[in-house]
């Protein structure tokens, strides 16, 4: 069994390297990302594999599903004892918001992947207290994740 040691980390600064990461491949996908207050000091008590995993999946999906020339939008607020992340795009909308974070499920087949990333980001939420929720239109899909402050 492997421990999964947590750690204070300022999502924002976390969260920016992210981008900072993957911002080539979304250029090339056409893609560009909108980050909205990222510079706040928003701690939470997090093992940094399991963040890593979830912000990860976040935005490799994120330039996989959104729509040519669109912006995706990231942004952090603080709710009361809670960070709130979320990642928006325009793309086509999730038929079945509840079957997306079931193994091996995909609904879109042409695209690269093996259908497990959003399964494994349900069950380190799961594990960790995070809650997750994922909206789906014509207009927009958003997946938020609500992360316990630090100290709370």
Same mark, same amino acid.
């Given at each position: 069994?492997?421990?999964?040691?947590?750690?204070?980390?300022?999502?924002?600064?976390?969260? =920016?390297?992210?981008?900072?990461? #993957?911002?080539?491949?979304? &250029?090339?996908?056409? $893609?560009?990302?909108?980050?909205?207050?990222? =510079?706040?000091?928003?701690?939470?008590?997090?093992?940094?594999?399991?963040? !890593?995993?979830? $912000?990860? %999946?976040?935005?490799?999906?994120?330039?996989?599903?959104?729509?040519? %020339?669109? %912006?995706?939008?990231?942004?952090?607020? !603080?709710?009361?004892?809670?960070?709130?992340?979320?990642?928006?795009?325009?793309?086509? &909308?999730? *038929?079945?918001?509840? *079957? $997306?974070? &079931?193994?091996?499920?995909?609904?879109?087949?042409?695209?690269?992947?093996?259908?497990?990333?959003?399964?494994?980001?349900? =069950?380190?939420?799961?594990?960790?207290?995070?809650?997750?929720?994922?909206?789906?239109? %014509?207009?927009? =899909?958003?997946?938020?994740?609500? #992360? !316990?402050?630090?100290?709370?």
């Amino acid at each position: 069994q492997v421990v999964y040691p947590k750690m204070a980390i300022n999502l924002g600064e976390f969260l =920016t390297s992210s981008l900072d990461f #993957f911002s080539e491949v979304a &250029e090339l996908s056409k $893609i560009r990302f909108d980050a909205i207050a990222l =510079t706040e000091n928003l701690y939470i008590y997090f093992n940094e594999t399991k963040l !890593q995993r979830i $912000i990860d %999946n976040t935005i490799t999906n994120a330039i996989k599903y959104t729509l040519p %020339n669109e %912006n995706v939008t990231i942004t952090l607020t !603080q709710e009361g004892a809670f960070v709130d992340m979320s990642a928006s795009s325009r793309s086509k &909308e999730i *038929k079945d918001t509840n *079957k $997306i974070f &079931e193994a091996y499920y995909r609904e879109e087949e042409h695209i690269e992947g093996f259908g497990i990333g959003l399964r494994l980001v349900r =069950t380190i939420c799961d594990e960790e207290g995070v809650k997750i929720s994922l909206d789906s239109n %014509n207009e927009e =899909t958003t997946f938020k994740y609500r #992360f !316990q402050m630090m100290g709370e």
